[in-house]
């Protein structure tokens, strides 16, 4: 497959992904955004476009050095993607979304700041990892970068704090599972505060980090 035939069907996958994270309430309006990385450069949702209406000739390209090429203008979080790409080197794709209960889990100031989604099914420990919150910062602001950086060499997944949550994976479909993943996990966890919850202990996390190591 050429460079041009796979960075088509990437595009479709985007909009593609976005109808259906939009379609499930995953993200509302405008917010969320995706980037997916190419041989040449990047593929970056465009700023104030809707999830549920992406017109894929239209998403943004930028080049390897993140200068916009092609498309619409891009997100203005391009620091927040840019810093997971750069931290890890594994990186095919990086998803923001601003979904209800993993969102709620950011603006909670009880929540452990080191761990934000308790280890409570197999799947979050396979698919997200450890969630780190981040200190608040504007959206778009390039503070986040530092924060980042910091933080997304050892964590595929952060939450940003009364903000929302940010996802890296190896492909623009393991990212979105991992999105997803984090999401459900974040609405069990909501429902369940307060109550006797049986969380999984060290040596299964070790057993499944040793098995399903997340890149």
Same mark, same amino acid.
Request: glycine share 2%; proline share 8%; net charge negative.
């Given at each position: 497959m050429s460079g041009l035939e796979a960075e088509a069907q990437l595009r479709t996958r985007i909009a593609m992904w976005g109808r259906s994270l939009f379609a499930r309430g995953f993200t509302v309006g405008s917010s969320g955004n995706i980037s997916v990385k190419l041989e040449d450069g990047f593929?970056?949702?465009p700023t104030n476009s809707c999830f549920g209406f992406l017109d894929a000739a239209r998403?943004?390209? $930028?080049?390897q050095d993140w200068r916009h090429v092609g498309g619409d203008a891009p997100t203005k979080e391009l620091p927040l993607h840019r810093a997971f790409y750069e931290a890890r080197p594994a990186t095919g794709a990086v998803v923001?979304?601003?979904?209800?209960?993993?969102t709620a889990l950011s603006c909670l100031?009880?929540?452990?700041?080191?761990?934000a989604i308790t280890p409570?099914?197999?799947?979050?420990?396979?698919r997200v990892g450890r969630v780190p919150v981040l200190p608040y910062t504007a959206p778009g602001s390039a503070d986040v970068a530092p924060l980042v950086a910091a933080r997304a060499g050892a964590h595929a997944?952060?939450? $940003?704090?009364?903000?929302?949550?940010?996802v890296a994976g190896t492909s623009l479909d393991s990212a979105v599972f991992a999105a997803e993943e984090l999401e459900e996990t974040a609405k069990l966890l909501v429902i369940t505060r307060g109550l006797a919850v049986r969380s999984l202990d060290q040596g299964q996390i070790d057993q499944l980090n040793a098995r399903f190591a997340l890149k």
């Open positions: 593929l970056v949702t998403i943004s390209k $930028l080049d923001h979304l601003h979904s209800t209960y993993a100031a009880d929540v452990d700041p080191e761990d409570i099914t197999p799947y979050v420990v396979m997944a952060v939450l $940003l704090a009364n903000h929302g949550p940010v």
